[in-house]
């Protein structure tokens, strides 16, 4: 069954550098999506994309985050300067559409992103 | 803006108890609703979905009935395993696409 995988499972990183996460998404899905998941709190919406352009961000996700489709299979998060509270699980989300009732979107594992 | 509230946890029960966990939404339009199960130590799975009213996800013996009246869609399931224990997030998916997600409901099943 085909899955979105994410690179590397865990990450640390020193505040004010720059760390790029990595997504594999279901090769015949259209629509990209990053979460996040601050330790006990709830999965929060970043960034959707589609057809190499940002659908919507939340307020989160500000100057300090870029996302890329740089090739026909890898999807990337970057923070530019990573600060303490980056510190969350990273998940990538893929769906083969974005309205359609049925199609859902599916989750890789996350990347752990730790900032000391 | 759109919203999910779900009970807090955590939720303790014994094996073959049943299980319900509360979720209500605030949102405009029609949304669809889903419940997604993280196993510690692990990613989001989808669990179960209903995308209009009156629809019944079901999925693992877990059911939920997506309720307009009430706004709501409760996860229940007749008898829990201790492989059940996990976290679950109650979601809807909004007119454009993103994922809203609950605060999420711990779940302990001891044997």
């Known amino acids: 069954e085909p899955e979105v995988t994410q690179t590397p499972s865990h990450q640390v990183t020193q505040m004010g550098q720059e760390v790029i996460l990595r997504c594999v998404p279901i090769?015949?899905?259209?629509?990209f999506y990053w979460y996040r998941q601050i330790l006990g709190q709830k999965v929060e919406f970043l960034v959707s994309?589609?057809?190499?352009?940002?659908?919507?961000k939340s307020e989160i996700f500000d100057d300090q985050f870029s996302v890329e489709r740089p090739d026909g299979s890898n999807f990337t998060l970057k923070i530019r300067s990573t600060k303490l509270e980056d510190s969350a699980m990273y998940f990538c989300a893929s769906s083969v559409s974005r309205g359609q009732p049925s199609y859902e979107q599916y989750f890789g594992p996350g990347t752990r992103l730790t900032v000391t | 803006g759109d919203s999910v509230t779900q009970m807090e946890g955590p939720v303790t029960l014994s094996e073959e108890a049943f299980l319900t966990i509360n979720c209500t939404y605030t949102?405009?339009?029609?949304?669809?609703l889903f419940w997604y199960v993280q196993y510690p130590g692990e990613g989001l799975q989808l669990l179960l979905k209903?995308?209009?009213?009156?629809d019944k996800g079901s999925n693992k013996g877990f059911e939920a009935t997506y309720r307009k009246e009430t706004t709501s869609f409760h996860l229940e399931k007749g008898s829990v395993q201790v492989s059940d224990s996990a976290v679950y997030f109650c979601?809807?998916?909004?007119?454009?696409?993103?994922?809203?997600f609950g605060q999420g409901t711990e779940l302990s099943v001891k044997p």
């Open positions: 090769s015949n899905h259209l629509y």
């Open positions: 209903a995308t209009k009213a009156d």
């Open positions: 949102a405009t339009g029609y949304p669809s």
């Open positions: 979601a809807l998916r909004n007119q454009g696409g993103k994922l809203i």
């Open positions: 994309f589609y057809n190499n352009e940002i659908s919507e």
